[in-house]
Each structure stands twice: as structure tokens, then as C-alpha cells.
């Protein structure tokens, strides 16, 4: 007789639930992963950017700083280059920054940094110079990004140098003109002595401009040029002159100008108190205007100017014959921003100048309005 067989042998069926996952939900669960790690790889790319513009903001400040320690213990003399920072045995900073996400240069002692977004290099003190670290290149080559004005290093470089916005117009020293710590916004400045031979010139022939402004801050108790302009590179005698700003011997703001006759504007107010000072001399279809530190001075009507070839003086302009000509045809004093833009300033932008906040602000400013050249003369 048969044994049956005992329970322990009897097969059971499958228990129910153990057949895996469907190709559906393996499906939806491929899913939600690729979700989730897309989620997880947004948010950390979002911290590496705010990490990088966290890390450009301090390296500013730390560069900021140590060119701040500089200049107070050498005068700004001579002008703060990384080797300078970066050198000697108490060095001011021990390395300088290197980072992938922006890129921060020092250039005619002007601190600068250039992030993915920019197309150029952008000054430092300037609101929002980090925003674009860490971040995807710009492809715009206009000269503003989404909010950021960019400029170019070159426009800023010190006097002596290419210091033109357009790069086509270098500004030289002659005789005993020199660089000084002294100036506006406690930057630099061109240092005159008012005797022959000591002022700048351009280096490049130019047409005179018959709609143009000038632009300069002064500093001076004696009566002489502040800018002109001859057909003559030097300061030998020109055959044509005209476009000239000056103090004249009651220390009045004067600006003329040669329409084939003489054309001036004179200050109400004399400004030889050694205080510094911000003067533009406007012409174009609006008038012969005359601004000093923000305000319309002196205002005629005007006509058409008489046109030529020449070269800009600054610190120095040629009167043979002019009414009302300064005792000294050479700048004695300080002169600093000096710009010739190829347009008629409205006064809001003359206000915008005059009411800068820095020297990089004013900077800023004013190469936005396109000049044909400008020179800092703070090196």
C-alpha cells in the first residue's frame, strides 16, 4: 500500500504578488528618477553660480582693499599693477585670484572683472560687476549685456599711454607736465606748471568737429588755458585757432570759439579759488552754452563754424589775436577727465557727469556718451 505523501512535500501554488515589476512601471519609474535627478542638477548648478558670484564679490573687495593699502603708503606712485600687489617679501596679496567662472584684471591702476555674460571687461566698483559669474557666454556684441554697461580696458589707461576712448588719439606729455596723486574724487590728475612748453598734445591729425562739447575738471588760482585747439602740433604759431576754454585775468570761465568772427561765452562767477572744478563748453544748433559744476553759466545763439585740420592742446591754446586773452597762453594748476565728445550735451547728461559718485562712475558716464577722445589724467 501506498504511503501518501506528508505535508511537507505537498506543492504549494506561487504566492500571489511575486511575479516583478510590469514594463510599465519599470517605465514610470525611469521616469520619476530622471525627474528627480534633473531637479537635483538644477539646484546645484544654481549654488556653483551663486558660489562663483560669491567668490568674485570677495576677490574684488580683498583686490579693492589691498590696492587701497598701496596707494595710502606710496601716494599711488607709481600707479598699482598686480606685480606690484602680488611682489616683495610682505607682499599685499599673496596670489591673484584664478577662476573659471570670471576673470579680474588691474589696468592704469583701475581694478576691472569679466564674467561669461560680458563682452568686455567691466569696472569693478560698478553695481552688479560679479552678476554674470559662473553663469553662460553672451552672444550679444553690442556693448551693454542685459544689465551691465561694459567698457573697454584700453579706454582707461593713464596718460602717457593710448588713452583715448577711441584708441586712434594718444594724448603725450611735453616739458614739465606731470602726473599727480591730486584730483577729483581723490584720484590722479595732470600736474601743469603754467610755464612754456609744459602741456599735452594729440598725436593724430584730426578735423575740428562743428557740433562738439569739452570736457574737463580744473583746479587753478591763476588765469591761463585749459584746452584748445590749432592746426600746429606744437605750441608754435598756428595760422588757425579756436575752440579754446581758459581763465581769463578776473578768473572767469571763458569759452570761444571762431565762426569767422569771434564768438565767446563768459562765466558770471570767477572759479581761481583753487577748489576743483567741472567745466563743458558746448556748441552745436542749440547754442554756445557754458556749464561749471552742473550749471548753465552762459548761453548764446550760434552759427556755423569755421571747419579745419589740427591737433588738441590740453594745458595750453594760442591767442595772437583774441579779445580777452588770459595773461599766460600755458595752464597753472590741475587738470583731470578731459574729453572731446562729437555732440551737443543736453543738460541732463552734463548733470549725470557732474553728479558722479567716483571717478569709475564718472567713467563710466562718460564713455557711454562716445567721445572722440578722453583722457583721465589720473596716471
Given at each position: 500500500m501506498r504511503q501518501r505523501p506528508s505535508a511537507a512535500h505537498i506543492p504549494t501554488e506561487p504566492p500571489v504578488g511575486n511575479d516583478g515589476f510590469t514594463?510599465?512601471?519599470?517605465?514610470?519609474?525611469?521616469?520619476?528618477?530622471?525627474?528627480?535627478?534633473?531637479?537635483?542638477?538644477?539646484s546645484l548648478g544654481g549654488v556653483a553660480t551663486s558660489a562663483s558670484v560669491a567668490a568674485c564679490q570677495s576677490d574684488v573687495k580683498t583686490i579693492e582693499t589691498a590696492i587701497a593699502a598701496y596707494n595710502a603708503q606710496t601716494g599711488g606712485t607709481p600707479v598699482v599693477t598686480t606685480s606690484l600687489l602680488?611682489?616683495?617679501?610682505?607682499?599685499?596679496?599673496?596670489?591673484?585670484?584664478?577662476?573659471?567662472?570670471?576673470t579680474i584684471t588691474l589696468s592704469g591702476g583701475t581694478l576691472y572683472v569679466q564674467t561669461p555674460s560680458d563682452a568686455s571687461p567691466v569696472l569693478a566698483s560698478q553695481s552688479g560687476?560679479?552678476?554674470?559669474?559662473?553663469?553662460?557666454?553672451?552672444?550679444?556684441?553690442?556693448?551693454?549685456?542685459?544689465?551691465?554697461?561694459?567698457?573697454?580696458?584700453?579706454?582707461?589707461?593713464?596718460?602717457?599711454?593710448?588713452?583715448?576712448?577711441?584708441?586712434?588719439?594718444?594724448?603725450?606729455?611735453?616739458?614739465?607736465?606731470?602726473?599727480?596723486?591730486?584730483?577729483?574724487?581723490?584720484?590722479?590728475?595732470?600736474?601743469?606748471p603754467g610755464t612754456s612748453g609744459s602741456y599735452m598734445e594729440t598725436t593724430t591729425q584730426v578735423t575740428t568737429p562743428s557740433t562738439f562739447s569739452l570736457v574737463a575738471w580744473f583746479k587753478t588760482t591763476s588765469p591761463g588755458a585749459i584746452m584748445g585747439f590749432t592746426n600746429s602740433r606744437s605750441d608754435a604759431p598756428a595760422s588757425n585757432y579756436d575752440r579754446m576754454v581758459w581763465i581769463d585775468g578776473a578768473g572767469k570761465l571763458v569759452f570761444g570759439v571762431w565762426p569767422y568772427t569771434v564768438s565767446e561765452v563768459t562765466s558770471p562767477q570767477s572759479y581761481n579759488d583753487g577748489h576743483w572744478h567741472f567745466v563743458v563748453a558746448?556748441?552745436?544748433?542749440?547754442?554756445?552754452?557754458?556749464?561749471?559744476?552742473?550749471?548753465?553759466?552762459?548761453?548764446?545763439?550760434?552759427?556755423?563754424?569755421?571747419?579745419?585740420?589740427?591737433?588738441?592742446?590740453?594745458?595750453?591754446?594760442?591767442?595772437?589775436?583774441?579779445?580777452?586773452?588770459p595773461s599766460s597762453n600755458y595752464f597753472l594748476g590741475n587738470l583731470a577727465d578731459v574729453a572731446i565728445i562729437p555732440s551737443e550735451?543736453?543738460?541732463?547728461?552734463?548733470?549725470?557727469?557732474?553728479?558722479?559718485?567716483?571717478?569709475?562712475?564718472?567713467?563710466q558716464a562718460m564713455l557711454a556718451l562716445n567721445p572722440s577722445a578722453f583722457w583721465p589724467l589720473n596716471g
Open positions: 514594463l510599465i512601471e519599470l517605465l514610470i519609474v525611469i521616469v520619476v528618477l530622471g525627474i528627480l535627478a534633473a531637479v537635483v542638477v538644477f602680488t611682489s616683495g617679501s610682505h607682499p599685499y596679496v599673496t596670489s591673484w585670484s584664478s577662476n573659471s567662472g570670471y560687476s560679479c552678476a554674470g559669474a559662473g553663469g553662460s557666454s553672451s552672444t550679444t556684441s553690442s556693448t551693454t549685456t542685459s544689465s551691465t554697461t561694459t567698457t573697454t580696458v584700453a579706454s582707461l589707461l593713464p596718460i602717457g599711454t593710448d588713452a583715448s576712448s577711441s584708441g586712434a588719439n594718444a594724448g603725450t606729455l611735453q616739458g614739465a607736465a606731470v602726473a599727480s596723486t591730486t584730483g577729483p574724487f581723490s584720484a590722479g590728475s595732470l600736474s601743469l558746448t556748441w552745436g544748433s542749440g547754442g554756445q552754452s557754458l556749464y561749471v559744476d552742473g550749471s548753465l553759466v552762459a548761453h548764446v545763439a550760434s552759427s556755423p563754424v569755421y571747419t579745419y585740420t589740427g591737433y588738441w592742446h590740453i594745458g595750453f591754446a594760442y591767442f595772437p589775436s583774441w579779445p580777452d586773452a550735451l543736453s543738460a541732463q547728461s552734463v548733470t549725470t557727469l557732474n553728479s558722479a559718485p567716483s571717478s569709475s562712475a564718472e567713467s
